[in-house]
């Protein structure tokens, strides 16, 4: 009885999230038609989820407020840090960078109703909410006009390339490390065949710095997505922070005394929800659904999607390889579900007889989570296990997948994974290294003078598989907890209703 009660009030919650969508939509029609236009005719815009070998969380801040739609973009401080920032990294501003800002001032955000401003500026307890609701609103517009840029003919060639089948599709899950999506991005102007790819960054953070680096593609299409539920969208509420909540380490009996909101639903360790942890997991699955299924310039897409995080980084053949890999699948392992270009083991020395090299195995988490590709087919096996991949109690994406494979899927994965990786990691911090710094600029040069020392032996004209691995489910060994709280079950599963 009392979980009956609990879910009605978390379909009301839903309900109520539902009612904030339409309210965005208010606030968008409310910009005017004069508004659509430009935004449309400019092609305006649009955390790491990677593997845990342990169940330890730490907090983190929340991100500060986001600016007010119509604010300009970049400010000129914003600008500065901007281009401080890639100093620091070691990178020149890239030719597209140096007119982020401009390219930002065309994206043709909607203007802001001169009553909200006034309240805005005069403050009190009606402008943060204002805000808030005035920035959903963009969110809510700018994931339903989709609008492609990256320079002219973009969009174009990438049309054209898809109508081929020779268009491919990179997906990049971006929180709110700038210096570590420059690299990315360096590394993908660098890619060959980047001409022919849609990019679509998904972010759970809006910030001048990011929308300034999306504004500087200028060498494929790329398409800005926003994650709706973000915490910063809802800082003091679910599925954000609410001040009502459980703190994470009180106890259930003191919970229940207390009366917080969650009480009944620690996870399998006794602890309660952290939002910033629970996050990653929605917007991983909020973007599979989003990109599949929403996304119109993918809509008769038929080869795999590559899906990346910030802190990735790309050999320039990677994409050349993804083809490959995505071509030996259809000839020696039709049933391989996903593909894995990315490895977190250490390559040194000479790639000579290794480059062209490929392994099948069985899919492991904390393996073959990084460069991960597949197609519309496993999407949809995916989809069926909607229940089991928003129930299964812990907060990191990968595990789960590693027990849908054992679960609930048809079948345990096999994977497609070169013996010479094509994506390097360059987060050797973060979400589950807290304790160390961030350098990203270093790891990328290390990644880059392994690459030149081995230049010849890159874009291989062929691909084999050189090892065949035994192959057997396999369990996650360990559940990590953080995903015990019955709201952020019903907002995962809702997420094809809530587009």
């Given at each position: 009885?009392?979980?009956?009660?609990?879910?009605?009030?978390?379909?009301?919650?839903?309900?109520?999230?539902?009612?904030?969508?339409?309210?965005?939509?208010?606030?968008?029609?409310?910009?005017?038609?004069?508004?659509?236009?430009?935004?449309?005719?400019?092609?305006?815009a649009?955390?790491?989820?990677?593997?845990?070998?342990?169940?330890?969380?730490?907090?983190?801040?929340?991100?500060?407020?986001?600016?007010?739609?119509?604010?300009?973009?970049?400010?000129?401080?914003?600008?500065?840090?901007?281009?401080?920032?890639?100093?620091?990294?070691?990178?020149a501003?890239?030719?597209?960078?140096?007119?982020?800002?401009?390219?930002?001032?065309?994206?043709?955000?909607?203007?802001?109703?001169?009553?909200?401003?006034?309240?805005a500026?005069?403050?009190?307890?009606?402008?943060?909410?204002?805000?808030?609701?005035?920035?959903?609103?963009l969110?809510?517009?700018?994931?339903?006009?989709?609008?492609?840029?990256?320079?002219?003919?973009?969009?174009?060639?990438?049309?054209?390339?898809?109508?081929?089948?020779?268009?491919?599709?990179?997906?990049?899950?971006?929180?709110?490390?700038?210096?570590?999506?420059?690299?990315?991005?360096?590394?993908?102007r660098?890619?060959a065949?980047?001409?022919r790819?849609?990019?679509?960054?998904?972010?759970?953070?809006?910030?001048?710095?990011l929308?300034?680096?999306?504004?500087?593609?200028?060498?494929?299409?790329?398409?800005?997505?926003?994650?709706?539920?973000?915490?910063?969208?809802?800082?003091?509420?679910?599925?954000?922070?609410?001040?009502?909540?459980?703190?994470?380490?009180?106890?259930?009996?003191?919970?229940?005394?207390r009366?917080?909101?969650?009480?009944?639903?620690?996870?399998?360790f006794?602890?309660?929800?952290?939002?910033?942890?629970?996050?990653?997991?929605?917007?991983w699955?909020?973007?599979?659904?989003?990109?599949?299924?929403?996304?119109?310039?993918?809509?008769?897409?038929?080869?795999?999607?590559?899906?990346?995080?910030?802190?990735?980084?790309?050999a320039?053949?990677?994409?050349?390889?993804?083809?490959?890999?995505?071509?030996?699948?259809?000839?020696?392992?039709?049933?391989?579900?996903?593909?894995?270009?990315?490895?977190?083991?250490?390559?040194?020395?000479?790639?000579?007889?290794?480059?062209?090299?490929?392994?099948?195995?069985?899919?492991?988490?904390?393996e073959?989570?990084?460069?991960?590709?597949?197609?519309?087919?496993?999407?949809?096996?995916?989809?069926?296990?909607?229940?089991?991949?928003?129930?299964?109690?812990?907060?990191?994406?990968?595990?789960?997948?590693?027990?849908?494979?054992?679960?609930?899927?048809p079948?345990?994965?096999?994977?497609?994974?070169?013996?010479?990786?094509?994506?390097?990691?360059?987060?050797?911090?973060?979400?589950?290294?807290?304790?160390?710094?961030?350098?990203?600029?270093?790891?990328?040069?290390?990644?880059?003078?392994?690459?030149?020392?081995?230049?010849?032996?890159?874009?291989?004209?062929?691909?084999?598989?050189?090892?065949?691995y035994?192959?057997?489910?396999?369990?996650?060994?360990?559940?990590?907890?953080?995903?015990?709280?019955?709201?952020?079950?019903?907002?995962?599963?809702?997420y094809?209703?809530?587009?």
């Amino acid at each position: 009885m009392r979980l009956r009660i609990y879910k009605r009030k978390v379909l009301a919650l839903l309900l109520a999230v539902g009612a904030a969508a339409a309210c965005a939509l208010a606030l968008w029609g409310s910009a005017g038609p004069e508004q659509e236009a430009p935004a449309r005719a400019a092609g305006g815009a649009g955390g790491s989820g990677g593997s845990s070998s342990s169940s330890k969380r730490e907090g983190e801040p929340p991100p500060s407020a986001p600016p007010v739609p119509g604010d300009p973009q970049l400010p000129p401080a914003a600008a500065a840090a901007a281009t401080t920032s890639s100093s620091r990294a070691g990178l020149a501003p890239g030719p597209g960078e140096k007119a982020a800002a401009a390219a930002n001032a065309s994206w043709g955000w909607p203007a802001v109703e001169a009553a909200e401003e006034e309240a805005a500026e005069a403050g009190g307890p009606n402008a943060s909410l204002a805000r808030l609701q005035r920035y959903r609103a963009l969110v809510y517009r700018l994931n339903f006009d989709q609008p492609v840029r990256g320079g002219p003919g973009a969009a174009e060639r990438w049309r054209a390339g898809a109508g081929a089948e020779g268009g491919l599709a990179v997906v990049v899950q971006v929180h709110d490390r700038g210096a570590h999506l420059r690299q990315l991005l360096a590394s993908l102007r660098r890619a060959a065949g980047v001409e022919r790819v849609l990019l679509v960054l998904s972010h759970d953070v809006w910030s001048p710095e990011l929308n300034a680096l999306a504004a500087s593609v200028d060498f494929c299409a790329v398409l800005q997505v926003f994650f709706p539920f973000s915490r910063q969208l809802y800082p003091a509420e679910f599925p954000g922070s609410d001040p009502r909540d459980c703190p994470r380490d009180l106890g259930r009996a003191a919970a229940l005394r207390r009366g917080c909101l969650n009480a009944r639903y620690p996870d399998s360790f006794g602890h309660y929800r952290e939002a910033a942890f629970a996050q990653t997991k929605h917007h991983w699955w909020w973007k599979l659904h989003f990109v599949w299924e929403r996304v119109r310039a993918l809509r008769g897409h038929r080869g795999p999607i590559l899906f990346l995080e910030e802190d990735h980084y790309l050999a320039p053949d990677a994409l050349h390889v993804l083809q490959g890999l995505w071509a030996l699948r259809d000839r020696e392992c039709p049933d391989c579900q996903v593909l894995s270009l990315g490895t977190y083991a250490p390559v040194r020395g000479s790639l000579a007889g290794r480059a062209d090299k490929v392994e099948l195995k069985t899919w492991k988490s904390t393996e073959h989570n990084m460069g991960l590709a597949f197609g519309r087919d496993t999407y949809r096996q995916l989809l069926a296990c909607t229940e089991a991949f928003c129930t299964y109690d812990d907060y990191n994406w990968d595990w789960t997948l590693q027990h849908l494979t054992v679960a609930c899927l048809p079948r345990f994965w096999k994977v497609l994974v070169p013996e010479v990786p094509r994506v390097f990691h360059t987060g050797d911090c973060g979400m589950h290294h807290k304790q160390r710094a961030c350098q990203p600029a270093a790891q990328a040069a290390k990644v880059d003078a392994l690459l030149d020392a081995n230049r010849q032996h890159l874009f291989p004209e062929t691909l084999t598989v050189s090892k065949r691995y035994p192959l057997a489910p396999l369990s996650p060994h360990v559940k990590n907890g953080g995903w015990g709280d019955i709201r952020d079950h019903e907002l995962c599963k809702s997420y094809r209703r809530l587009q």
